[in-house]
């Protein structure tokens, strides 16, 4: 997809709902894009986790998405929503993250109303800035987008600060200053969530967050669909199914010595080079290799 692509805007238009798993690399994008989802979401809480082993704070750098950004469009053309968390600063520093991030090959960034630092949308004691700050930062993010086909999702987390129409009254907000998708941070009920949607889902498409023993009720993606929403995420999913895997491998390893009694649960050697395309490099790199001398054959 190129960011002069309307196709994921046209396609959140649509009256169906986009799921997109959470992923934090070009490995796990790689895996999702396999399985067959029409986008991703790319995880500021799961480069924190997997990156710096550590929660989701604001420790993560723009520089550090950047990169990782930049690893994933290079390795899969699936459309890519990236947790842009603050935009990392005030409204010129939002400037410089959407380019940065567009640049890198982002279809869509989300940035949200927290003060700094901010932390998770599902831990307790979040701070937001005020509303007018945050609908200048979304016009900023509008204003140093190259194209229209690279969205701007405004987050706000006011319910768990403000409470719920408050919330609403933000996001109406930040549609005037130029959002092309809403999210409603953590409600806490289904009711809560029927209701932003009824309230916010003519207005612009709308995103919710499935986080596994968080603040909101786990729904599926065909349920909230039903709502009225038109984006769901499941952004750390990954990591938490990939811990509690891990874990269990240490401890067997520790255990045991070796890892033969966890053989069923892992993919040998060439199992993961072929799940990971090593045979396709290698021969595509051998078409290459004497293209000098075939060259010199083919003029004699």
């Known amino acids: 997809m190129t960011h002069s692509d309307l196709a994921f805007k046209n396609r959140l238009a649509e009256d169906r709902v986009v799921l997109a798993p959470g992923v934090y690399d070009a490995f796990t994008a790689s895996l999702a894009a396999a399985a067959g989802f029409?986008?991703?979401?790319?995880?500021?809480?799961?480069?924190a986790y997997t990156r710096l082993g550590r929660p989701d704070i604001g420790l993560v750098s723009v520089s550090e998405v950047a990169d990782t950004i930049a690893l994933v469009r290079d390795r899969v053309p699936t459309p890519l929503v990236v947790d842009a968390d603050t935009g990392y600063g005030n409204a010129l520093n939002v400037q410089r993250t959407v380019r940065m991030f567009e640049r890198a090959g982002a279809t869509a960034l989300q940035?949200?109303?927290?003060?700094?630092?901010?932390?998770?949308?599902?831990?307790?004691?979040?701070?937001?800035?005020?509303?007018?700050?945050?609908?200048?930062?979304?016009?900023?993010?509008?204003d140093a987008r190259?194209?229209?086909?690279?969205?701007?999702?405004?987050?706000?987390?006011?319910?768990?600060?403000?409470?719920?129409?408050?919330?609403?009254?933000?996001?109406?907000?930040?549609?005037?200053?130029?959002?092309?998708?809403?999210?409603?941070?953590?409600?806490?009920?289904?009711?809560?969530?029927?209701?932003?949607?009824?309230?916010?889902?003519?207005?612009?498409?709308?995103?919710?967050?499935?986080?596994?023993?968080?603040?909101?009720?786990?729904?599926?993606?065909?349920?909230?669909?039903?709502?009225?929403?038109?984006?769901?995420?499941?952004?750390?999913?990954?990591?938490?199914a990939l811990a509690r895997q891990a874990q269990d491998y240490y401890a067997s390893l520790a255990a045991h010595g070796t890892t033969q009694p966890f053989r069923d649960r892992m993919f040998d050697f060439n199992a993961l080079n072929d799940l990971i395309g090593t045979p396709e490099m290698l021969a595509l790199g051998e078409t290459y290799k004497d293209f000098t001398s075939a060259k010199r054959e083919d003029a004699a």
Request: net charge negative; aromatic share 4%.
């Open 111 to 142: 940035l949200e109303d927290q003060s700094f630092p901010k932390r998770c949308g599902h831990l307790t004691d979040k701070a937001v800035i005020p509303a007018g700050e945050m609908a200048g930062k979304i016009k900023a993010a509008v």
């Open 146 to 240: 190259a194209s229209e086909g690279t969205l701007i999702i405004a987050r706000t987390d006011a319910v768990a600060v403000e409470g719920v129409p408050a919330a609403l009254d933000r996001a109406r907000l930040y549609v005037e200053a130029g959002a092309d998708v809403l999210f409603v941070e953590a409600p806490k009920s289904r009711e809560q969530l029927s209701a932003i949607a009824t309230d916010l889902g003519g207005i612009r498409p709308l995103l919710a967050n499935m986080v596994e023993g968080g603040q909101t009720p786990i729904s599926s993606a065909a349920d909230l669909g039903d709502l009225g929403y038109r984006l769901v995420i499941f952004p750390g999913g990954i990591v938490r």
């Open 38 to 47: 029409e986008a991703l979401y790319l995880s500021g809480a799961a480069i």
